[in-house]
């Protein structure tokens, strides 16, 4: 089973968040509202991560788990939890086998 992975900012990221009214492109970043607006002209296969706060559902990437390559989750402060359980849900419950990182503290 795939653990979260904590992003080292001493290395360099792939993905990226997209420039204001951009095409899609490969590797992209996008927030969880890009998303929802993008999915449905977003050309399929092309790899992309969704960034996801700790307080929005994950039940609202689970129809599109197959297309997203990277999931972001957000740990606003060490004592905040609620990404792992995000995290359990994305693997157990809906079978996101694609790539975890949490950011933040």
């Known amino acids: 089973m795939k653990t979260i992975q904590f992003i080292d900012p001493a290395y ?26 993008a999915r449905d002209t977003w050309p399929r296969g092309l790899p992309l991560g969704v960034q996801l706060a700790n307080d929005e559902d994950v039940e609202l990437l689970a129809p599109d788990l197959d ?24 693997r157990s419950r809906y079978g996101f086998e694609g790539e975890l990182r949490a950011t933040g503290e």
């Not at 990221?13 to 998303?35: D, M, S």
């Not at 297309?67 to 402060?77: D, G, H, N, W």
């Open 12 to 37: 360099p990221q792939v993905w990226h968040a997209p420039a204001e009214g951009a095409a899609p492109q490969g590797y992209q970043l996008l927030t969880l509202a890009q998303w929802l607006a």
């Open 67 to 90: 297309r997203i390559a990277l999931v972001t989750l957000a740990f606003p402060k060490w004592t905040d939890g609620r990404a792992y359980s995000q995290a359990r849900l994305l």
